[in-house]
C-alpha cells in the first residue's frame, strides 16, 4: 500500500498527533534520564500508573518530583490500569485516574496470568465495553487475537494495542503470521504494546502497516535509555516510510538489477 499524501500523522478517537512512539515512565535510572529520553524520543503520548500517581500524590511515597516532570514535559498522558484483574478493579482505576490525569484517554490492562501477564481475553470486551460507554477513549492492551480485537473494535474501541510478546521480554514479534493477518483484517489503527526489545523489532511492526508502537522496558532498562530512545523513535519513522513507500514483492529467484539487454557482442561470445 502507497500513500501519495504528505500528511502522515496518527489519528486517534480524532485526535492527531506528530508521533507514533508512545514511550512510558517506569524503570528508568533516575528522573533527569526519563526526561532527556523522552525530549530525544518526542512521542505522542506518555504512560503513568495510577497507583504510583496514587501513592506519592497522597504523600505515602516519593516520586522524586516525577509528578512535576511529566507537567514539565508537557506530553499528554495515557493513563493505565496496571496490576488490576477484575474489570471491577479496572472500572475503579479508570475512574480515578480520569480525574487524577484530568484525560479520558486510559490504556486497558486487564491481567488474567500474573506470570506472563497475559490479558485476560474473557473478560476484556466487557471491560473495554463499559469504560467506553462511561466516556473513555480506550486504548486496550490486548494478544494478537483476531477474534478478540474484532469484539473490541465492535464494541467501539477505535484503536487496538496487540503485543507483540509478553510485557519486559524484548523477543520482538513471536507471531508474525498473526500479527500480519490482524494488520490485514482491521481497518483501525493498531499498535503494537508490549514484548519489542529492539529499534529493529518496532522497525518491523511497521513496515507491516502498524501504526505505532509503545514501548517502556526496551529503553528504560537500555544501557543508554536517552540513545536507545532516539534509536527506536528512528526506527519507528523509518518502518513507517517504508511501508508508505511500498516494498517490492518478494522474488523466488534471482533477478538482475542490471538489465542484459544492450550487452555488447563480445560479452556474449566471451561466455560460450
Known amino acids: 500500500m502507497t500513500h501519495s499524501s504528505d500528511n502522515d500523522s496518527l489519528v486517534l478517537y480524532g485526535q492527531t498527533f506528530q508521533s507514533r512512539l508512545l514511550l512510558g515512565t517506569a524503570r528508568y535510572p533516575s528522573p533527569d534520564v526519563l526526561e532527556a529520553a523522552v525530549r530525544r524520543a518526542k512521542p505522542a503520548m506518555l504512560t503513568a500508573s495510577l497507583r504510583r500517581q496514587t501513592a506519592t500524590r497522597n504523600g505515602s511515597g516519593s516520586d522524586n518530583g516525577f509528578w512535576d516532570l511529566i507537567k514539565r514535559l508537557d ?138 508502537v509503545l514501548l517502556n522496558t526496551a529503553v528504560a532498562l537500555a544501557q543508554e535509555p536517552v540513545a536507545m530512545a532516539g534509536a527506536f523513535a528512528d526506527a519507528v519513522q523509518a518502518g513507517r516510510t517504508a511501508y508508505r513507500a511500498g516494498a517490492m514483492a518478494a522474488q523466488d529467484s534471482a533477478q538482475p538489477s542490471t538489465p542484459v539487454l544492450g550487452t555488447p557482442f563480445w560479452h556474449h561470445a566471451s561466455t560460450q
Open 75 to 212: 506530553v499528554p498522558m495515557l493513563p493505565n490500569t496496571a496490576g488490576c484483574h477484575s474489570v471491577e478493579e479496572v472500572i475503579a482505576t479508570a475512574q480515578m485516574a480520569r480525574e487524577l490525569f484530568e484525560t479520558p484517554w486510559i490504556k486497558l490492562e486487564l491481567i488474567g496470568d500474573d506470570y506472563t501477564l497475559q490479558p485476560d481475553t474473557l473478560n476484556l470486551v466487557d471491560a473495554a465495553s463499559q469504560l467506553i460507554r462511561d466516556g473513555f477513549q480506550v486504548l486496550p492492551y490486548c494478544t494478537e487475537d483476531l477474534v478478540l480485537c474484532q469484539r473490541l473494535v465492535d464494541v467501539g474501541c477505535q484503536a487496538v494495542m496487540p503485543w507483540a510478546a509478553p510485557i519486559g521480554t524484548g523477543r520482538g514479534p513471536v507471531n508474525p503470521y498473526a500479527l500480519q493477518v490482524l494488520r490485514e483484517r482491521l481497518n483501525v489503527p493498531l499498535l503494537v504494546d508490549a514484548g519489542l526489545g529492539l529499534p529493529s523489532h518496532a522497525c518491523q511492526v511497521m513496515e507491516w502497516g502498524y501504526d505505532g
